[in-house]
């Protein structure tokens, strides 16, 4: 067989399969962690869009019921593309809870919405990224928007 007017052997088409073999697995996993990291930052993306909006809806409204109102409807149908984190707001109340609270701060007039995901302890991917990063990363993310709000006396 000749390739630009190389003559290739069957011992460098062995070479290449080899060659191959090798590289294949390792590229495998770069793209399989590039799509899950993708994954992971959308779920990210979400939630802190998700507060952005829960705290700008919050500094429209006057009592801690509006504030309840407002959790429910922007949580209600909110879904994570994957499953690395874990953040369970209180979709039925709009109560605060760990994973979320809306507080209205009468010294500076701003509504502060706090937000924190931990990470999903059974997930392969939460705990590949922690053992990657050498337990760094901490226990999950943390949002906090704050946003001024005129409404509320």
């Known amino acids: 067989m000749y390739f630009e007017g190389v003559e290739i052997t069957k011992t460098q088409k062995a070479q290449g399969i080899v060659e191959f073999a ?14 899950y990291f993708g994954m992971a930052f959308s779920d990210y993306l979400t939630m802190s869009n998700s507060v ?24 209600r149908n909110l879904s994570f593309a994957n499953d690395v984190f874990i953040w369970q707001p209180d979709t039925e109340t709009g109560q605060n809870n760990k994973y979320l609270s809306v507080e209205f701060e009468n010294s500076s007039r701003n509504v502060v919405v706090t937000a924190h995901a ?6 392969a991917i ?11 990363i901490g226990n999950g993310i943390n949002i906090r928007y704050s946003m001024y709000s005129d409404v509320r006396k």
């Open 52 to 75: 952005r909006s829960i705290a700008h809806d919050a500094s429209l409204r006057q009592t801690d019921a509006d504030y309840r109102n407002v959790v429910i409807n922007n949580t």
């Open 22 to 35: 090798l590289v294949l697995p390792l590229f495998l996993l770069l793209v399989m962690g590039i799509i």
């Open 118 to 123: 931990d990470f999903n302890k059974k997930s």
């Open 126 to 136: 939460a705990n590949a990224f922690n053992n990657l990063m050498g337990q760094k």
